[in-house]
């Protein structure tokens, strides 16, 4: 969720909306419906997941109401990737609201030390295979979000030989520090990409 906000920040995107975020932790995940949430997090988690009340999504809906555009963002488990069109559907959005679900993100493992001193050239040669739990993930979300919605970050950005990630941006800056998390760098050119492709180019 940050990343993508980061994103918006770097680039200097949407600079006539009102931005508000509503962070849930990822162990608790983002899901609205019948079944009891609890039961679907990992044992481990759900003590943090229930007294921490902010880390449902139900306690969001005042804030979702006021909202022209909503993103759906997080790093999926696939439980609540399977769940998440009702979870939009329990959302009960008006026909003005726009809502988007930006798809897993995850570059592979990286050490970025291993490239210090390391030329420019060789860096932008440098692409890593996602884990398979989030090829999974966005398989999920592929086949269930509808392509109007479902920002495919995944696709647009792993375009290398089998899908493989890019380390590094064209100019040779890291992408990532830790596999997940952008840098500055990262943010700028994962922004160019997203918001010059559908869906989210509808929106500048």
Known sequence: MRDFFNVIIENKLLLNYQ???????????IYLGQEDRLKLIEAQDIQ??????????????PLIRRANILFLVGRWRQWSALRLPSTIKA?????????FVIGAKH???????????KTNEYRIKQRQF??????LVNGILEKTIDQSM??????MLCTGRN???????????LITYD????????????????????PLKRLL
């Open 91 to 99: 959302l009960n959005l008006t026909s003005d609201q726009q809502v």
């Open 19 to 29: 931005i508000r975020v509503h962070y849930i932790q990822r162990r608790c995940q």
């Open 107 to 117: 570059f592979g493992a990286v050490n970025p030390k291993l490239y210090v001193g």
């Open 163 to 173: 899908n493989t990630c890019p380390l590094f941006t064209p100019e040779g800056k």
């Open 179 to 198: 596999g997940f998390h952008l840098t500055k760098y990262g943010a700028r050119y994962l922004g160019k990409i997203l918001f010059s492709n559908p």
């Open 130 to 135: 996602p884990p398979i739990d989030e090829i």
């Open 48 to 61: 943090l997941c229930k007294t921490n009340k902010k880390y449902d999504i139900k306690y969001a809906l």
């Open 150 to 155: 479902f920002v495919n970050v995944q696709k």
